[in-house]
């Protein structure tokens, strides 16, 4: 095990960027996970620790957590960054999970440039135009920026990005809150282990293999009674 050091304030920064009260809408978001409670796939903690793990071992979550890596790795290079920001723009397979990334990706660049300005924010803002803008390439380029390492950074959001799909869970199938904190407590390792491996995976090996949450998604798109976006 290493330890990898991180400011005070690097961890104030990063503690306010994965909360669910930073206000980029990640609580109208279910991943899919609406569509799957609907069709009785999850029905209690452990099927929704089941689905959780997928998306962060294998899915959307995974594939976030590999472009966090790469793009943090390169807020020195405009050129570069703007590459994997593309690339990640582009990387989901419904219209809903494009929405979630892309909407909060720029409610993200829009608040943290307010609350949190470096003249970095502002230089991508001006390249980028009307550019779709993933979260994750974006939180990368804020924790970059910011001096903030890259290993604490992306165990911070994968455990964001688990926690608010927790947080859907608990409102949808619906389990208490004691059950929601036993799996956010269960998925610890799975999303240390998913850290661990993106940053050592190429973007060229990037892919996912999780068809039922991919299904999920597109079947939400059409549900007839939705409270979430995705």
């Not at 660049?109 to 390439?137: E, I, Q």
Request: aromatic content about 6%.
């Amino acid at each position: 095990m290493t330890t990898t050091m991180i400011t005070d304030h690097g961890l104030t920064m990063l503690l306010a960027w994965t909360s669910p009260s930073y206000p980029v809408g990640a609580f109208s978001y279910s991943h899919g996970l609406e569509a799957a409670v609907e069709a009785g796939q999850v029905t209690n903690r452990h099927t929704l620790i089941d689905y959780i793990t997928a998306v962060m071992s294998r899915g959307g979550g995974w594939t976030d957590l590999v472009v966090f890596a790469h793009a943090h790795r390169t807020v020195n290079d405009p050129a570069a960054f703007d590459t994997i920001s593309e690339y990640a723009a582009a990387f989901r397979a419904s219209s809903e999970t494009a929405l979630e990334s892309r909407q909060m990706g720029l409610s993200f660049l829009s608040v943290t440039r307010k609350a949190y300005p470096h003249p970095g924010l502002d230089a991508f803002a001006a390249r980028n135009g009307n550019h779709p803008v993933a979260h994750p390439a974006i939180g990368a380029l804020a924790c970059g920026l910011h001096g903030i390492p890259l290993a604490p950074a992306l165990t911070a959001w994968g455990h964001g990005t688990a926690a608010n799909l927790v947080s859907a869970g608990v409102r949808l199938v619906p389990l208490g809150q004691t059950d929601g904190q036993i799996a956010t407590a269960a998925l610890a390792p799975v999303i240390a282990l998913a850290a661990a491996r993106a940053q050592d995976t190429d973007l060229e090996d990037l892919g996912t293999s999780a068809p039922l949450l991919e299904l999920a998604s597109l079947a939400h798109e059409t549900q007839y009674s939705r409270l979430f976006r995705s």
